[in-house]
C-alpha cells in the first residue's frame, strides 16, 4: 500500500484539504491519503482551536472514507509530533510505502519542528503549493538542507518507493481557502493575509 499522510489541526478541514488530498493521491499514485487529525500542534497556539472531536468531524467530512480517511490516530497513539508519529505507523503498517504531505508554508517551518531531520529521513515529502508561499518555501533554509533531495516533478509517480530523503515541490493549481480566513470569517474579522 502506497499511504499520503496530510497531517493538520483541521481547524476546520475544508475544500483546500479535499483538493490537496485528491490531487496528491492522484498524482502520487497513492492508494489511499489519511487525513493526519492533530491532537494538539506544538507550534500553534490553543486559543481559537475547536475541539478534537469536532476538528475530527470536520476532516470526516471531507473524506470519502475510502479513498481519502480522515483518522484520529494521533491522538490514539498520544503522540503531538510527526517524527513520534511515522516511527509508530512504520512500527504498525511495516509493509506501507509512508508519503508525507504538506503545504508550501510547512516547508519554511520544517527547521521549527521537533526532529525534522528524523522526519526527511523516515519518509518522502510532497509539498503541494500555498499562494504566497512557494517562492519562499523554495528558498527557506529546509529546501536549501535538502537540495541534493529535491526531485523532479515528473517522478511525483514512484515519490513512494523512493528513500529518504526525497521531495518533491509538485506543482498544481491552487485553492485559495484556509482555516484561518474560515474562522475569522466565521466570527466577523477580516484576513489580512
Known amino acids: 500500500m502506497r499511504i499520503g499522510l496530510l497531517g493538520g489541526s483541521f481547524n476546520p478541514a475544508h475544500a483546500g484539504h479535499r483538493h490537496i488530498a485528491h490531487l496528491a493521491r492522484r498524482r502520487l ?3 489511499q491519503v489519511w487525513l493526519l487529525v492533530s491532537p494538539g500542534n506544538p507550534l500553534k497556539p490553543t486559543a481559537g482551536m475547536a475541539p478534537f ?9 471531507i473524506a470519502d472514507g475510502r ?4 483518522t484520529s490516530i494521533e491522538a490514539r497513539l498520544a503522540s503531538r509530533y510527526t517524527f513520534r508519529t511515522l516511527r509508530e505507523l ?11 504531505i504538506t503545504g508550501a508554508d510547512n516547508l519554511i517551518e520544517l527547521p521549527r519542528w521537533r526532529r525534522w531531520l ?4 523516515t519518509v518522502t515529502i510532497a509539498v503541494m503549493p500555498r499562494p504566497s508561499y512557494n517562492h519562499r518555501a523554495l528558498a527557506s533554509r529546509a529546501a536549501c538542507r535538502l537540495r541534493r533531495a529535491r526531485r523532479a516533478p515528473h517522478l511525483a509517480p ?11 515541490f509538485l506543482p498544481a493549481s491552487e485553492i485559495v481557502a484556509s482555516a484561518t ?5 466565521r466570527s466577523g ?5
Open 53 to 61: 472531536a469536532q476538528r475530527l468531524a470536520s476532516a470526516r467530512a
Open 158 to 168: 514512484v515519490l513512494a518507493a523512493m528513500s529518504p530523503p526525497a521531495w518533491i
Open 29 to 31: 499514485r497513492l492508494h
Open 189 to 193: 474579522v477580516s484576513d489580512h493575509r
Open 118 to 121: 528524523e522526519v526527511v529521513t
Open 181 to 185: 480566513a474560515i474562522r475569522a470569517a
Open 67 to 70: 479513498r481519502i480517511v480522515a
Open 90 to 100: 512504520r512500527r504498525r503498517f511495516p509493509r506501507a510505502s509512508f508519503v508525507w
